[in-house]
T-cell receptor, first 115, second 115 residues
Framework: GNSVTQMEGPVTLSEEAFLTINCTYTATGYPSLFWYVQYPGEGLQLLLKATKADDKGSNKGFEATYRKETTSFHLEKGSVQVSDSAVYFCAPPLIMDTGRRALTFGSGTRLQVQP | SAVISQKPSRDICQRGTSLTIQCQVDSQVTMMFWYRQQPGQSLTLIATANQGSEATYESGFVIDKFPISRPNLTFSTLTVSNMSPEDSSIYLC????????????FGPGTRLTVL
């Protein structure tokens, strides 16, 4: 099955700093890859996704590139804001059997952005 | 995308009792999932709920403890039975709309505290 390893947190940055959260995965085949975000007190939201190798997903200034050769999907943002403070989850789908899939999640990385 | 609601949003329950959580989706979906997020942890898949057939449980989760119903394509329930304080978690419903390949959307969660 698939698995994911995500950078440990918490990550504390000052506003306008550059952000990288590392995510590497093992997978059978080339599944779609996802980043989800959970803001304080809220549910899980899809942040971005990439469906094939070399694809770049982007949303709200965040980007992640599907790197087949390094099996990575690192999340980046050039200039973080206080409002980006949240927990970020990397997720490849778990291939169970007969094509059934459900997302599995990394451990989550808590980002704290200070003014 | 899909709009998902859950009831209740939170509850405080006594040890030994049971709680049923409802999940309603605004469109028909084939695949529905239930996850658990223990305090400060990542999400763990409990089971896949399929309309017209029994739910499929992941390792460590059993039907007697977490019975699931899926009477139609827009609704599911998860019951947490004979609760203990270790069951205190956020329980999340998730769906994968038809044709979305692997993208899943999540409900706001039900925050359960067991005393």
């Amino acid at each position: 099955g698939n698995s994911v390893t995500q950078m440990e947190g918490p990550v504390t940055l000052s506003e306008e700093a550059f952000l990288t959260i590392n995510c590497t995965y093992t997978a059978t085949g080339y599944p779609s890859l996802f980043w989800y975000v959970q803001y304080p007190g809220e549910g899980l939201q899809l942040l971005l996704k990439a469906t094939k190798a070399d694809d770049k997903g982007s949303n709200k200034g965040f980007e992640a590139t599907y790197r087949k050769e390094t099996t990575s999907f690192h999340l980046e943002k050039g200039s973080v804001q206080v409002s980006d403070s949240a927990v970020y989850f990397c997720a490849p789908p778990l291939i169970m059997d007969t094509g059934r899939r459900a997302l599995t999640f990394g451990s989550g990385t808590r980002l704290q952005v200070q003014p | 995308s899909a709009v998902i609601s859950q009831k209740p949003s939170r509850d405080i329950c006594q040890r030994g009792t049971s709680l049923t959580i409802q999940c309603q989706v605004d469109s028909q979906v084939t695949m529905m999932f239930w996850y658990r997020q223990q305090p400060g942890q990542s999400l763990t898949l409990i089971a896949t709920a399929n309309q017209g057939s029994e739910a499929t449980y992941e390792s460590g989760f059993v039907i007697d403890k977490f019975p699931i119903s899926r009477p139609n394509l827009t609704f599911s329930t998860l019951t947490v039975s004979n609760m203990s304080p270790e069951d205190s978690s956020i329980y999340l419903c998730s769906v994968r709309p038809s044709g979305s390949t692997d993208t899943q959307y999540f409900g706001p969660g039900t925050r359960l505290t067991v005393l």
